[in-house]
């Protein structure tokens, strides 16, 4: 199979060129409400381009920057750690604890995807991170995750475009708290401030431009609206509404008993139209979980050595197996972790590099020490030097002494470059709301914003080849 990734989630991070906005002109005729300023603010809504009512009378993304001042009470006996019986987690009950996950947060989850109307953050107690508005479409509140060529999946012909929701419960809302306050003029990152408290859980939704029938494993999805204009939408060009098919779900806790050596569990289901239940949330499966990045297992040199701290669900639908990260170590069909053209330092180009994992890549979070984004010095995918989305994509060598530093487990106290902050494995305070709020300090555009935060994310580990 030939899978052809467009790594726009490494290359842009989902930041996409547009003018945003924060209130809402009246509405008129047929067209799109857009409001255009210059400046970028922390709790903006969206880029304040709104479908016109002529095509969507619907409820549009607020989002709840309302972050709890205090912790709330420990949950006693997480459903979770219960599945696992008493046993470290492994082969025989980690899937059980990513369906605990599941069942913990369904009731508000079902009420998002179902009942939209009466959906609503503040009384489910969800957040979502400042300094993002300008980045979000303006009814889910979603911003583009990744693009992925034809045949990425062997049952989708066509290119695709996903796009992406990220939100916090109250206990990791009180680390939003910690860090950014009632107003989020500054970032605080004093005094682990960055860090989550057990039992924080942050969930992500991905959603697919690529329905059914277009992609037959989405046949039964939920599909949700949005208004955006992309490559690879239904109705690609300008502002239009268009549906997308909810496909991924992850969900990340912090459960330092569980995994002791980082402090977390990824978990990622994956929609499987196949599996039994009364709707498309019921067929939302596990693809697996991961709480260490198996730093003794060298699948470049040893590809038949078992992984200790990832689990793959056998039973998983077959598309979302085609992107497994690194030895197959637990990457999601949204997550890019395969680069379809690689350059190794010896000059050989390769083809579909699986080069990353859920928790290497996001165990790059972490902060400089002054309020700039052009200190930023780690770059997602384990590549020394990348000064323009460059095909192929130089790497350092697979397998070796450089390319384990990304897969390392690593505290969500110990950055991955010395002398920064961690940022206990927070992607998008990192690489969304850091580098924009600095962009704003700076008097730049939204345009100016995105393509300085993407030069620097592409610029971020020069140091790997000395230069």
């Known amino acids: 199979m030939k899978r052809i990734v467009f790594i726009t989630l490494l290359v842009l991070s989902g930041i996409v060129l547009y003018t945003c906005g924060q209130s809402p002109a009246p509405e008129t005729g047929g067209k799109s409400t857009e409001v255009q300023t210059s400046g970028i603010t922390a709790f903006q809504n969206s880029r304040g381009v709104l479908p016109p009512a002529s095509v969507y009378s619907g409820p549009l993304f607020t989002l709840n920057h309302d972050y709890p001042a205090t912790l709330p009470p420990p949950l006693s006996n997480p459903p979770w750690i219960m599945a696992l019986h008493g046993q470290p987690i492994g082969p025989g009950n980690a899937l059980a604890y990513v369906e605990a996950l599941k069942a913990h947060v369904s009731t508000s989850i079902r009420k998002f995807l179902f009942d939209r109307v009466n959906w609503n953050a503040v009384k489910e107690q969800w957040y979502q991170e400042p300094w993002t508005g300008a980045l979000r479409e303006s009814i889910l509140g979603t911003y583009t995750g990744s693009e992925f060529g034809a045949n990425t999946f062997t049952t989708l012909a066509s290119p ?14 009180n680390t939003l708290n910690n860090m950014w306050g009632s107003a989020a003029s500054n970032l605080n990152l004093a005094n682990n401030a960055a860090q989550f408290a057990q039992g924080s859980i942050i969930v992500k939704f991905a959603f697919t431009t690529a329905n059914a ?34 496909f991924q779900f992850d969900i990340i806790v912090k459960d330092t008993l569980t995994a002791p050596k980082t402090g977390w569990v990824f978990s990622t289901l994956v929609y499987d139209k196949n599996a039994p239940g009364k709707d498309a949330w019921d067929k939302m499966v596990p693809l697996g979980a991961m709480w260490g990045d198996d730093p003794d297992v ?3 040199r040893n590809p038949k050595q078992a992984l200790q701290e990832t689990v793959i669900n056998p039973q998983a639908p077959a598309y979302s197996t085609q992107t497994l990260g690194w030895g197959g ?3 999601g069909p949204n997550d890019g972790a395969v680069i379809p053209s690689a350059k190794l330092p010896n000059g050989q180009v390769v083809s579909n590099l699986a080069a990353s994992s859920c928790m ?4 790059v979070a972490q902060a400089p020490g002054s309020s700039t984004a052009d200190t930023l010095s780690a ?21 070796g002494q450089q390319w384990l530093q990304w897969f390392q487990d690593r505290k969500g106290t110990q950055p991955f470059t ?9 992607m998008v305070t990192c690489f969304k709301s850091m580098l924009m709020m600095y962009s704003a300090q700076q008097g730049k555009t939204v345009e100016e914003a995105v393509r300085s935060v993407s030069r ?9 080849n000395g230069k």
């Open 360 to 363: 290497s890549c996001h165990s």
């Open 213 to 246: 029938p277009l992609w037959s494993d989405m046949a039964g999805a939920v599909t949700l609206p949005i208004y955006d204009t992309c490559t690879y939408c239904p109705q690609p060009g300008p502002y239009s509404l268009q549906n997308v098919s909810f």
């Open 456 to 464: 620097q994310k592409l610029l971020a580990n020069r140091n790997y």
């Open 329 to 331: 170590r637990l990457s």
């Open 298 to 300: 060298n699948s470049t």
């Open 379 to 399: 770059f997602l995918l384990p590549t020394y030097w990348v000064s323009a989305p460059l095909n192929p994509m130089p790497v350092v060598e697979p397998g």
């Open 160 to 173: 695709m475009t996903t796009y992406v929701l990220t939100m916090y419960d109250q206990t990791a809302g």
């Open 418 to 426: 010395p002398g920064q902050t961690a940022v206990d494995f927070d």
